[in-house]
């Protein structure tokens, strides 16, 4: 059974250009979440999806970011015209359900993004 | 506002010896409470959980404690043991939400 798949695992970009980051949520789960880490900080929320529907971006910046869960295939988080401040991890969590259960998200092992 | 708040930055503890890592929360909405542990370069593991129903929810060398009117929750393991030097993160959800606050993480270090 895979677990949350991110790639790439490492991205670099200069300043201005876009960046995309590619999530596959477990098998069964339809309920992806991203998260950003910057250096020496914990995760910060940064959007919550299902299928087709953004649930929660209450955590995504207004501009130059946004997500996607499309009905087939992998969420996507896009930065454009991406800055330094954008160098961070990007992690990608799913969750089979939110109601009932223990509300535990799995991981994925993230996406290092390194803006030049 | 950082909701969720684990105060020691680091941790060093003997093998064999126990050890406790500590969480504050100030949102009173929180439900549900999960520790997780991160090696570098991967993503977040999780350990254990537990609902604020509850006081105390064990797993083999995991145990933690919910003390709801002081908002406090701890993570102990015991016996540490060398695998376990990570960063563990403190994260806390409402019942009816799904996104999760984390802290900034704890360094655990535990040598021989």
């Known amino acids: 059974n895979a677990g949350v798949m991110q790639n790439p695992r490492h991205l670099v970009r200069r300043r201005g250009q876009e960046a995309r980051l590619r999530c596959s949520p477990m098998k069964g789960h339809s309920h992806v979440y991203w998260y950003r880490q910057l250096p020496e900080e914990g995760l910060k929320f940064m959007v919550y999806l299902q299928k087709e529907n953004i649930i929660d971006e209450s955590g995504m910046p207004k501009e130059r970011f946004s997500a996607e869960f499309p009905k087939e295939g992998p969420s996507i988080l896009r930065i454009q015209q991406v800055v330094r401040g954008d160098s961070a991890a990007y992690f990608c969590?799913?969750?089979?359900?939110?109601?009932?259960?223990?509300?535990?998200?799995?991981f994925g092992p993230g996406t290092r993004l390194t803006v030049l | 506002d950082q909701q969720v708040k684990q105060n020691s930055p680091s941790l060093s503890v003997q093998e064999g010896r126990i050890s406790i890592l500590n969480c504050d929360y100030t949102?009173?909405?929180?439900?549900?409470f999960l520790w997780y542990k991160k090696y570098p370069a991967e993503g977040p593991t999780f350990l254990i959980s537990?609902?604020?129903?509850?006081d105390k929810n064990e797993d083999g060398r995991f145990t933690v404690f919910l003390n709801k009117s002081a908002k406090h929750l701890s993570l102990h393991i015991v016996p540490s043991q060398p695998g376990d030097s990570a960063v563990y993160f403190c994260?806390?959800?409402?019942?009816?939400?799904?996104?999760?606050?984390f802290g900034t993480g704890t360094r655990l270090q535990v040598t021989l």
């Open positions: 537990i609902s604020s129903i509850k």
């Open positions: 994260a806390a959800n409402p019942g009816t939400a799904s996104k999760l606050t």
């Open positions: 969590a799913s969750s089979p359900s939110i109601s009932g259960g223990n509300n535990e998200q799995f």
């Open positions: 949102n009173s909405m929180f439900d549900y």
